[in-house]
């Protein structure tokens, strides 16, 4: 592994190894039987840490992009009997936003991904980051939104030009709408505000459509946090 990637205050050799020897419990409620059977040991590391890390990852990606030289066997080896993500991440499907990237090149078990077009909240992804923090122990959820998403713009067009879609592709983009509606008179890209619009609501939302999420973020055991990764540079803006 390259001596970039050892550098950092949690890099990705130590994040494994505190979360294999550290035990954080989400005492949360309803997590039974074989859902308690999969848990093991969490991370070690708060939510806090956890967003630093990925502040820090997404700094050395853009600044120094170059991919480096995983230990994906070892790592592999490592979590094979037991995964203990240290974040969650909401991501869009676009193929030019991999959080495992974006985030500073994390390998194997590590990072907990739900991706879908316009990095919505359905029943399916509402039920995959419950997992993630309740039984899995993940400290952090990420609502990622990027710049340039074409299923915001597709809600965008909704709002303006009265598009429509064929399939599923409109009742998918329908969450986004009331976004695209709350931005329409701020100055700047239509697209991107609401964007970081939909990634604040769909943040929000979690802990209002989840009594497990709610439940950890009322203890300060789970931080959900908003962000927007712009594709021209590289660089994640918080939202919150």
Partial sequence: ???RCESGLFNRRNVLQLGAAGLLAMNLGGVTGAARAAEGSHSALTPDQALATLKEGNTRYVAQPE??????????????????????????????????LIFGGYGVGELFVARNAG???????????????????????????HTACGAV?????????????????GPMIEPIVPAALAVTDQPG???????????RRTAARLTTASKLLAAA???????????IYNLQTGVVDWLA
């Fill in 67 to 100: 991919l480096c030289v995983l230990e994906l066997a070892a790592q592999r080896d490592a979590v094979a009997s037991h995964q203990a993500p240290w974040a969650t991440v909401i991501a869009c499907a676009d193929s030019r936003v991999p959080p495992e």
């Fill in 153 to 169: 713009k597709a809600a965008c067009d909704v709002v303006t030009k009265n598009a429509t879609y064929p399939g599923a592709i």
């Fill in 217 to 227: 973020t009322g203890t300060g055991k789970l931080n959900i946090v908003p962000a």
């Fill in 119 to 145: 990095n919505l909240v359905d029943t399916a992804t509402l039920g995959t980051v419950e997992y993630g923090a309740a039984v899995l122990g993940s400290p952090l959820i990420v609502v990622l939104g």
């Fill in 189 to 199: 890209d239509f697209t991107n505000n609401a964007a970081m619009e939909s990634a």
């Fill in 1 to 3: 592994m390259c001596e």
